[in-house]
């Protein structure tokens, strides 16, 4: 797992925890003691510093996960970049060819329905994925590591020939 998959995942479990801890806080001291009814009045009052924590904790939440977001990504200065074409039943890469351990961009476009580019490891593991809509160029930066042939299938059901819907990427040393 990368490590900004994990902080985001320790975060968001953090978060909550706090708001399971904090309503149960609220449920239980916004009740009397004897009868165990709502005190409306003391609820009321503790409404307000609800949303004030609530709020805290979305904003520090975001604060610390939001540069992990990869969307928005230029391509880096040294990116390879392949331009992709998905048409019913088939990919065309600009270049089926690209260095291991510098990023790749794949730019792609559909040129008839939607498509899912997916682009699979060595291992046969979904590495990544975006959805190709006509009319619009989606960008996908993924950095291979090792060496070998990379696969790239339709994840979106476009007809018949979907099954036939596979390209191989080469990654070099």
């Not at 996960?65 to 392949?82: D, K, L």
Request: include cysteine; glycine fraction near 8%.
């Amino acid at each position: 797992m990368r490590s900004s998959a994990l902080v985001i995942g320790i975060s968001y479990t953090l978060l909550v925890v706090a708001v399971t801890a904090i309503a149960g806080w609220f449920a239980v001291t916004t009740r009397t003691r004897r009868e165990r009814e709502l005190d409306t009045e003391r609820a009321a009052e503790r409404e307000k510093l609800w949303l004030v924590l609530v709020a805290v904790m979305l904003a520090v939440l975001l604060g610390a996960t939001i540069a992990f977001v990869p969307y928005g990504e230029s391509a880096a200065s040294n990116a390879q970049i392949v331009r992709v074409i998905g048409r019913q039943f088939g990919w065309q890469l600009s270049r089926s060819q690209v260095r291991a351990g510098v990023p790749v961009q794949f730019r792609a476009e559909s040129s008839d329905v939607n498509h899912g580019f997916g682009v699979y490891d060595l291992d046969d593991r979904l590495m990544a994925q975006t959805q190709v809509i006509p009319g619009r160029e989606q960008r996908l930066q993924v950095t291979f590591d090792e060496p070998g042939r990379y696969r790239i299938l339709c994840l979106e059901y476009c007809g018949v020939g979907h099954h036939k819907m596979v390209a191989q990427l080469e990654v070099v040393p």
